[in-house]
């Protein structure tokens, strides 16, 4: 069955970077975008960034334009989120998506969330 499956979440100081990482299985990930979202606590999920399913066309949020990159390693099935420059405001619950390119209604599967925090 699908799994997507994200790690790297954590404390780090406003300013630091992390990486987030989304092992997938149980489909073709090389046929299928994918994408990042987040929430905030008692809010629906916001787009943070998808990625086509050759790597090739990317979108994000103006909220993290120039912050973060999303790319993708379709030999090792793998999605990434590399944020720079983290706020306090970027602290959330941090999910892959199967598709859900523009919109979190295309999305049809999801990882569980890693929960990132920015603080001092």
């Known amino acids: 069955q699908v799994q997507l499956v994200e790690s790297g979440g954590g404390l780090v100081q406003p300013g630091g970077p992390l990486r987030l990482s989304c092992a997938a299985s149980g489909f073709t990930f090389s046929m299928y975008a994918m994408s990042w979202y987040r929430q905030y606590p008692g809010k629906e999920r916001e787009r943070v960034a998808g990625i086509d399913s050759t790597g090739r066309i990317t979108n994000s949020a103006n909220s993290v334009k120039g912050r973060f990159t999303i790319r993708r390693d379709n030999a090792n099935n793998t999605l990434y989120l590399q944020m720079n420059s983290l706020k306090p405001e970027d602290t959330a619950v941090y999910y892959c998506?199967?598709?859900?390119?523009?919109?979190?209604?295309?999305?049809?599967?999801w990882g569980q969330g890693t929960k990132v925090t920015v603080s001092s």
């Open positions: 998506a199967r598709k859900g390119f523009y919109s979190s209604r295309d999305a049809d599967y």
